[in-house]
């Protein structure tokens, strides 16, 4: 059972102060009507490592693509944070964009995704070998559509873990044998990323 | 859907928008019904009669209660969506003009514009007695009104603007100005002139503090003791540190921050007011930081509740009395549903009876029929109407997915009609009749999402 948490104790004791964040944009020369999509990773790397492929290629099919670095990541790494105040980050950078975001969460960075469902409706959710974690993911707002994508020979996300993630968004997980954790980066990182595009073009857009 | 499409259907024939859902005004809590609406799947027409959103919030309408330095009285994220965020970097109290850009990203962010009709009062809704819903909209300018037909209205057309205006005795003679607080926008209005503030609620106070700076004199008369919780305690929104107690049992809490609000402010006896007669929280608290610094610096002089009037005297029930050329009666609004019959609300003994509703959402007399952002309470209401507008859009798609369900739902609730949703006992004057305590309504509305949820 999710949890539904309407009360969230915790931000009214302490909400999460600002702190900053990076974005890299990614805009399509021509606005294509599709909606934006909003990249999270799970390590200090942060926004950089969708720069190298991924955010180019979805804005050349119409997507506007922008990564983030929540604090403690990129060149937002001075400020130390945690999951809270991460998720916080994900829905304010979501929030200040002009449309509903996809979001896509990489690894641990698909944990955070999990949390700020709870805080943002996001127009869809894709999980890119998700590192969950042990507690059970919040309830998303909105009920947004869900895609997990993974590597199932990834040791860091193997089979099983994407399986266990899929289940709980009620979701088939879509498996790419040999894509690698770091799929992004990796020789074959178009195939990935256009199942994802197809997907959202099926999805959510022109809905 | 186009303008043209409504033009062959008079006032007598209805133009039947099948499983569409009606909404009645887009500020706050008509956005947040539209969007909850939509994101439950539900076609959404929603009806305002000003051309822009944000209701009592935009400074712009007629009817719009803000003044020149409104902020908000709840802390920002006490009182944002709790799926949109406001930006982390605006200040811990936001300006007004801050919460209607708010409002505007919100409608532009979730596309909400598209469905709402500017320009149109809804001046009739009427039940056709199958559970739909006959409603009447008319052009606020221009006379060529339409019947559409709906399968659920949604009501959510504010409280804070049908001025409640008090009648003391010799209140005609007067040959001063009266002023309602809702038509004062501005302190230019009250440079130079000797100035009678009437009521304590936020705006009152609020009010008084703005006019202090500004007129030549302000007196402020208050009809008994109040609670003043100042923005800030313990370094932190006055709203945050009470969270931050909210282990400690209800009575404990009560106490312990009489007994810090005693010790901080003071007694307000002190300052020439009186002692509040209640425990703290048994009727909400002010929120006002500056009322008791004015008060301190004497540009503020307090006063009890008038007596009488005469042609160019205000005389208070101690016996004093003053000369103000202008009377700011801050003495609240009424709750007005011009557009149907007060019984469907379970409304009795006219305008001023507040509703009995389920929840303050439902109305027993029929389930279709449902109105969001009629309360108040001791923190930002923002949050609690979201909830409310998800718990209405669940249940009236329980009703289309599973009527026997919805059944069974129903008869549970309707039981729960006039129940209040308060800490221990609160005020039961009229005027409180729509007061919640947070956390305990929160928990309610918490309990009746999940309940829909699980009926599925
Ligand atoms: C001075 C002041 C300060 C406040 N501060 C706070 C605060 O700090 N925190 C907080 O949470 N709340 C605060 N509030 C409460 C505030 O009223 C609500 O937060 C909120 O703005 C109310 O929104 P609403 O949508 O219910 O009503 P409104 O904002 O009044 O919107 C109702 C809309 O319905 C439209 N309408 C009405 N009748 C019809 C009709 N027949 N047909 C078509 N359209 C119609 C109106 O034009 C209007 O746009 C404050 C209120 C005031 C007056």
Same mark, same amino acid.
């Given at each position: 059972?999710?949890?539904?948490?309407?009360?969230? *104790?915790?931000?009214?004791?302490?909400?999460?102060?600002?702190?900053?964040?990076?974005?890299?944009?990614?805009?399509?020369?021509?606005?294509?009507?599709?909606?934006?999509?909003?990249?999270?990773?799970?390590?200090?790397?942060?926004?950089?490592?969708?720069?190298?492929?991924?955010?180019?290629?979805?804005?050349?099919?119409?997507?506007?693509?922008?990564?983030?670095?929540?604090?403690?990541?990129?060149?937002?790494?001075?400020?130390?944070?945690?999951?809270?105040?991460?998720?916080?980050?994900?829905?304010?950078?979501?929030?200040?964009?002009?449309?509903?975001?996809?979001?896509?969460?990489?690894?641990?960075?698909?944990?955070?995704?999990?949390?700020?469902?709870?805080?943002?409706?996001?127009?869809?959710?894709?999980?890119?070998?998700?590192? *969950?974690?042990?507690?059970?993911?919040?309830?998303?707002?909105?009920?947004?559509?869900?895609?997990?994508?993974?590597?199932?020979?990834?040791?860091?996300?193997?089979?099983?873990?994407?399986?266990?993630?899929?289940?709980?968004?009620?979701?088939?997980?879509?498996?790419?044998?040999?894509?690698?954790?770091?799929?992004?980066?990796?020789?074959?990182?178009?195939?990935?990323?256009?199942?994802? *595009?197809?997907?959202?073009?099926?999805?959510?857009?022109?809905? | $859907?186009?303008?043209?499409?409504?033009?062959?259907?008079?006032?007598?024939?209805?133009?039947?928008?099948?499983?569409?859902?009606?909404?009645?005004?887009?500020?706050?809590?008509?956005?947040?019904?539209?969007?909850?609406?939509?994101?439950?799947?539900?076609?959404?027409?929603?009806?305002?009669?000003?051309?822009?959103?944000?209701?009592?919030?935009?400074?712009?309408?007629?009817?719009?209660?803000?003044?020149?330095?409104?902020?908000?009285?709840?802390?920002?994220?006490?009182?944002?969506?709790?799926?949109?965020?406001?930006?982390? %970097?605006?200040?811990?109290?936001?300006?007004?003009?801050?919460?209607?850009?708010?409002?505007?990203?919100?409608?532009?962010?979730?596309?909400?514009?598209?469905?709402?009709?500017?320009?149109?009062?809804? @001046?009739?809704?009427?039940?056709?007695?199958?559970?739909?819903?006959?409603?009447?909209?008319?052009?606020?300018?221009?006379?060529?009104?339409?019947?559409?037909?709906?399968?659920?209205?949604?009501?959510?057309?504010?409280?804070?603007?049908?001025?409640?205006?008090?009648?003391?005795?010799?209140?005609?003679?007067?040959?001063?100005?009266?002023?309602?607080?809702?038509?004062?926008?501005?302190?230019?209005?009250?440079?130079?002139?000797?100035?009678?503030?009437?009521?304590?609620?936020? @705006?009152?106070?609020? +009010?008084?503090?703005?006019?202090?700076?500004?007129?030549?004199?302000?007196?402020?008369?208050?009809?008994?003791?109040?609670?003043?919780?100042?923005?800030?305690?313990?370094?932190?929104?006055?709203?945050?540190? $009470?969270?931050?107690?909210?282990? $400690?049992?209800?009575?404990?809490?009560?106490?312990?921050?009489?007994? /810090? +609000?005693?010790?901080?402010?003071?007694?307000?006896?002190?300052?020439?007011?009186?002692?509040?007669?209640?425990?703290?929280?048994?009727?909400?608290?002010?929120?006002?930081?500056?009322?008791?610094?004015?008060?301190?610096?004497?540009?503020?002089?307090?006063?009890?509740?008038? %007596?009488?009037?005469?042609?160019?005297?205000?005389?208070?029930?101690?016996?004093?009395?003053?000369?103000?050329?202008?009377?700011? $009666?801050?003495?609240?609004?009424?709750?007005?549903?011009?557009?149907?019959?007060?019984?469907?609300?379970?409304?009795?003994?006219?305008?001023?009876?507040?509703?009995?509703?389920?929840?303050?959402?439902?109305?027993?007399?029929?389930?279709?029929?449902?109105?969001?952002?009629?309360?108040?309470?001791?923190?930002?209401?923002?949050?609690?109407?979201?909830?409310?507008?998800? /718990?209405?859009?669940?249940?009236?798609?329980?009703?289309?997915?599973?009527?026997? /369900?919805?059944?069974?739902?129903?008869?549970?609730?309707?039981?729960?009609?006039?129940?209040?949703?308060?800490?221990?006992?609160?005020?039961?004057?009229?005027?409180?009749?729509?007061?919640?305590?947070?956390?305990?309504?929160?928990?309610?509305?918490?309990?009746? +999402?999940?309940?829909?949820?699980?009926?599925?």
């Amino acid at each position: 059972m999710s949890r539904l948490d309407l009360l969230r *104790l915790g931000d009214r004791r302490e909400p999460v102060p600002h702190a900053a964040r990076e974005v890299i944009t990614s805009e399509p020369d021509e606005p294509a009507g599709k909606p934006a999509l909003l990249f999270v990773g799970g390590d200090r790397r942060g926004a950089g490592i969708f720069a190298e492929h991924w955010l180019g290629h979805a804005a050349g099919r119409g997507f506007p693509a922008y990564a983030l670095s929540v604090r403690g990541q990129g060149r937002a790494a001075e400020v130390k944070g945690d999951l809270r105040a991460w998720a916080s980050d994900v829905a304010q950078t979501a929030a200040s964009l002009p449309a509903r975001p996809v979001i896509i969460g990489h690894s641990k960075g698909a944990q955070i995704l999990a949390e700020a469902l709870a805080r943002y409706p996001a127009r869809a959710a894709v999980f890119v070998a998700p590192r *969950l974690g042990r507690l059970v993911p919040p309830t998303p707002a909105g009920a947004p559509p869900t895609l997990v994508v993974g590597d199932p020979d990834d040791k860091r996300a193997p089979r099983q873990m994407l399986e266990k993630a899929a289940a709980h968004y009620g979701v088939a997980p879509l498996f790419f044998q040999g894509a690698g954790h770091e799929m992004m980066l990796a020789a074959a990182w178009r195939e990935p990323l256009d199942a994802i *595009l197809d997907w959202l073009d099926g999805t959510v857009v022109g809905e | $859907m186009s303008e043209g499409q409504f033009d062959a259907y008079g006032v007598d024939a209805a133009y039947d928008r099948g499983e569409a859902v009606c909404v009645i005004g887009a500020g706050m809590a008509g956005l947040l019904a539209v969007k909850n609406l939509r994101e439950q799947g539900f076609t959404v027409d929603c009806y305002e009669r000003e051309t822009a959103v944000g209701g009592s919030w935009n400074w712009r309408h007629d009817r719009s209660p803000v003044y020149s330095s409104t902020h908000l009285v709840s802390s920002r994220t006490h009182t944002e969506f709790p799926d949109f965020p406001m930006p982390d %970097d605006w200040p811990d109290y936001p300006h007004h003009s801050q919460i209607l850009a708010y409002l505007e990203r919100y409608t532009d962010h979730f596309g909400l514009r598209e469905h709402i009709w500017f320009g149109s009062e809804i @001046s009739r809704i009427e039940p056709t007695g199958d559970g739909r819903w006959d409603v009447i909209v008319k052009p606020v300018s221009g006379n060529a009104a339409r019947r559409l037909r709906y399968s659920a209205v949604v009501i959510a057309n504010g409280h804070n603007w049908d001025p409640r205006l008090p009648s003391y005795k010799g209140q005609e003679e007067f040959r001063g100005e009266i002023l309602h607080s809702s038509a004062y926008k501005e302190p230019a209005r009250v440079r130079g002139r000797k100035v009678l503030v009437v009521g304590a609620g936020n @705006s009152g106070c609020d +009010i008084a503090g703005e006019i202090a700076v500004n007129a030549d004199k302000c007196w402020h008369s208050t009809r008994r003791g109040y609670w003043f919780v100042p923005k800030y305690m313990f370094g932190r929104p006055g709203d945050q540190t $009470m969270a931050r107690m909210s282990w $400690m049992p209800f009575g404990l809490r009560q106490k312990v921050s009489q007994f /810090a +609000i005693r010790r901080v402010v003071g007694d307000p006896r002190r300052f020439g007011l009186q002692r509040p007669e209640h425990a703290l929280f048994a009727s909400h608290p002010i929120v006002n930081s500056h009322l008791l610094h004015h008060i301190g610096h004497g540009t503020i002089t307090p006063k009890p509740d008038i %007596d009488h009037f005469t042609a160019d005297e205000v005389h208070f029930t101690d016996g004093t009395s003053v000369k103000p050329q202008l009377v700011i $009666m801050a003495t609240g609004y009424r709750t007005t549903f011009g557009f149907c019959d007060p019984e469907l609300l379970g409304m009795e003994g006219g305008d001023d009876g507040s509703p009995r509703l389920i929840g303050h959402m439902f109305t027993p007399r029929t389930p279709t029929l449902a109105v969001a952002g009629l309360l108040q309470a001791d923190g930002g209401i923002f949050p609690l109407v979201h909830w409310q507008t998800i /718990a209405i859009a669940k249940w009236l798609r329980l009703r289309q997915k599973d009527p026997e /369900a919805a059944a069974r739902f129903w008869a549970n609730a309707v039981p729960e009609a006039g129940r209040r949703y308060v800490h221990g006992k609160l005020n039961d004057t009229p005027r409180h009749r729509l007061e919640v305590s947070y956390e305990v309504y929160l928990k309610a509305l918490g309990q009746m +999402i999940e309940e829909l949820d699980g009926v599925k």
